[in-house]
């Protein structure tokens, strides 16, 4: 295997001291314009890439972003919101040469526990936050350590000043600052989706074909979204004169087998829904399959409206009606903030594009003899 070059080796083909080498590379000054042109030209004829743990250690950017899901590894192999969310970050990232450091955790405190770890190893130059919740733990901790961040879903509070030790000096990085880093905010930005306007054209849409009794199958609880979602079917219903005995949520963890047994549920009860809004496609298409088994045909006697739009809701059959949303380009407006704020950009606020409502085969006016 080749042996990648070092500082040592292209201080001997430049005829300098390493210590040259360390402040041409670095952008420092010591070097005069000649040497510091020699050396970079040497370091290109040789292939030399500045080790990102060196860069780190004397406080220059890492050269990536960091992205940690906490959710139940189960839910993650069928859901395609996430997997779509990446390819959109990965594009801008790709693009900016920035890498991307992806981990999966458990729960929120193994989140906070990855983001400790990547701060004291200067493993990333800022972060991705996803699924914002009540009582989120992350903003105040981000702002803590310094860690620059994009929250996907609303902001969480701005972010204030702190102070962090002094990098340990590297001999081959050269000569860095022996005092404490000087405070500085860490910045935190958002983009966020507009979840209550999405709602409202549901309901618009399911009203208007004449349903009264709604259940939305939430995803999990304590997720921001969720709650907005929850809280404009709410609004929207009691806006039409429609109380919780009408239209209500129950939640779920995302997965197909919560999205079934939740059908199963509600299609069981006395006086059962005319139409299920599921928080995404796979359990949308679950619950179909619940419809289809349970004799209930879709949409004479129940209709169906997915949250998420993807390839599944247009193949199935009856094809569903589904919010639809650019999710990658979700995705390149997060990467792209989130670079801008590395950038020295101020944090801030940004829509992504309203999502719309494809009504197809799974929606239709309730069955005429529907109790309201």
């Not at 779509?84 to 458990?106: D, M, N």
């Not at 979602?229 to 997965?255: C, F, I, K, N, W």
Request: charge should be negative; aromatic fraction near 4%; hydrophobic fraction near 40%.
């Amino acid at each position: 295997m080749a042996r990648r070059p070092t500082i040592k080796d292209i201080a001997r083909r430049a005829g300098v001291s390493e210590s040259a080498v360390s402040f041409a590379l670095n952008d420092r000054p010591g070097v005069s314009q000649d040497t510091r042109a020699r050396v970079r030209g040497v370091a290109e004829e040789l292939g030399w890439q500045a080790n990102s743990a060196a860069r780190a250690l004397s406080g220059e950017r890492s050269g990536a972003v960091g992205l940690v899901l906490a959710r139940p590894a189960h839910t993650l192999g069928v859901e395609s919101f996430f997997l779509r969310l990446v390819s959109g970050i990965q594009e801008v990232l790709s693009a900016a040469r920035t890498a991307l450091l992806f981990q999966v955790v458990e729960d929120v405190d193994a989140e906070c526990a990855v983001y400790r770890r990547w701060w004291a190893e200067r493993r990333v130059d800022g972060v991705l936050v996803v699924d914002p919740r009540t009582g989120d733990p992350r903003p105040a901790l981000l702002a803590e350590l310094g860690l620059p961040a994009v929250t996907i879903g609303e902001p969480g509070p701005p972010a204030g000043p702190v102070t962090v030790p002094a990098p340990a000096p590297d001999p081959d990085s050269g000569p860095v600052p022996g005092s404490p880093r000087t405070p500085a905010p860490a910045p935190a930005s958002a983009v966020r989706a507009d979840d209550a306007g999405a709602m409202a054209q549901v309901l618009d849409h399911l009203y208007g074909l004449g349903h009264r009794r709604i259940v939305h199958i939430a995803g999990l609880p304590g997720l921001a979204h969720t709650v907005r979602r929850m809280d404009s079917l709410r609004s929207e219903a009691q806006r039409r004169g429609l109380g919780p005995d009408h239209v209500r949520s129950v939640v779920t963890d995302y997965s197909d087998a919560e999205g079934a047994a939740a059908t199963r549920r509600v299609l069981a009860e006395p006086q059962p829904p005319t139409a299920l809004v599921y928080d995404n496609d796979v359990m949308a298409v679950a619950g179909s399959a619940v419809a289809a088994e349970l004799g209930i045909p879709v949409p004479d006697r129940l209709s169906i409206v997915a949250w998420d739009d993807s390839a599944l809701c247009r193949v199935t059959h009856p094809r569903l009606t589904a919010l639809v949303r650019d999710t990658a380009g979700f995705g390149r407006l997060a990467a792209e903030e989130l670079l801008s704020v590395l950038a020295g950009g101020p944090p801030r606020v940004r829509e992504s594009e309203q999502p719309r409502l494809e009504p197809r085969d799974s929606t239709a006016p309730p069955p005429a003899h529907t109790d309201s």
